[in-house]
């Protein structure tokens, strides 16, 4: 009669008790088993364990809770190495006992974590909790523990070095603030202004003097003039580049240097026809005296500018900010519009600097006092090579550096002219002024 009476237990919790057909007086104050699984199972995700090997009793009751834990732990994302059933016998539980307390502690994670900067990816094993750690791609971050994928950054930002943080894109251009590079090219070319403007100064003082008149003083003068604004078009390309500079600086310095090459040009043509001209019955003679030289630089600066006219209405040049060449930075950089029509606009300052050195080369052997054939030769010389060697350059360069590239060939371009042709002619006009003679000149011409 004892199994039709109530009874209540604390400390039984098999799941099999809570069935009224088999047991209708029992009752437990204790939780069942069918719980109990979901409680450990959810210990175990709160612990971040991902790899865990389940020890129960070897009874139906061990065997079914240990297998309803496997489920729930594998439906949280983690793994079940294996499950140990013990038993009864004392002697087979103390070797295992010994076996623990002499192995190391394991730690209950097949992987460990992936640290923010990094994401998971599936291992070698089969084994779905068990994977490896890497890197994220450039332009992503993982800002925290073992992410599956890295959030990739937006276009005006980049990740820090750890990868943990999406930061502003350093701004890259010829700054005047805080770009030593620029402060040189500042220095150099005010310098070297101040010179052209000193040697400008001692051309028109002396303009009557035999020197500065057997040269052609007017295209002496407009040749120092388009000198000096090669070394200001610098300033252009310094600074943060805007539609307006984008459109001046290429426009500027190939008009100025159209000039100044078509001076140097007509100066050689004139001083060759003027000693073709001298022989008894020579067809130059016709040429000595008209306003050859002025026309010369007019049409050749004039088709120069045509080209550069054509280049603004069909695809200006334009400011844009650069975010492939370099990922890390944002290059705010002058887009040519169009390549063909810069090509075009180098290809014939080339053209007019060939053809010069040509002229000079070939004028060579008429006399050193009315001659300066051979400065010219050596200003053209450089003035090609330079343009020549700045090609590849310019192309191989990015950012900044590629605008410092042109910045040193219109300098060291105007340099060859500004020394080469002029610097000769200051030295006897300051230092040997008993050069500086007609008769001097004239004696040394037919001597």
Known sequence: MLLLCFQISYGATDPTLNDRNMFPYYFSTGLSDDIQHIAVAELVEQLGWTWVIIVAPDNDSGEKQSQNLQKEINKRGACVEMIILLTDDFYTNMKLFEQIMTAEILKSQCSANCPPGSRKIPGKSAVPCCYACVPCSHGEISNRTDMENCLKCEDNKWPNQEKTLCTEKQIEFLSYSDDPLTVIFIIISMMLFIIAAV????????????????????????????IKLSFLSVFLFLGCPVDITCMLRQISFGITFSIAVSCVLAKTLMVSIAFKATKPGSPWQKWVGVKLADWLVFICSLIQFLISVIWL??????????????????????????VVAFCIVLSYMGLLASVSFIVAFLARSLPDSFNEAKYITFSMLLFCSVWITMIPAYLSTKGKYMVAVEIFAIISSSCGLLFCIFLPKCYIILFKPEMNTKQYLLGKCYR
């Open 313 to 338: 209405v069909i695809s200006p040049p334009y400011v844009e900010h650069n975010t492939h060449s370099e990922p890390e930075k944002i290059i705010i950089q002058c887009n040519e519009g169009s």
């Open 199 to 226: 040697i400008l100064g001692i051309f028109i003082s002396f303009r009557d003097t035999p020197v500065v008149k057997a040269n052609n003083h007017t295209l002496s003068i407009v040749l120092l003039v388009s």
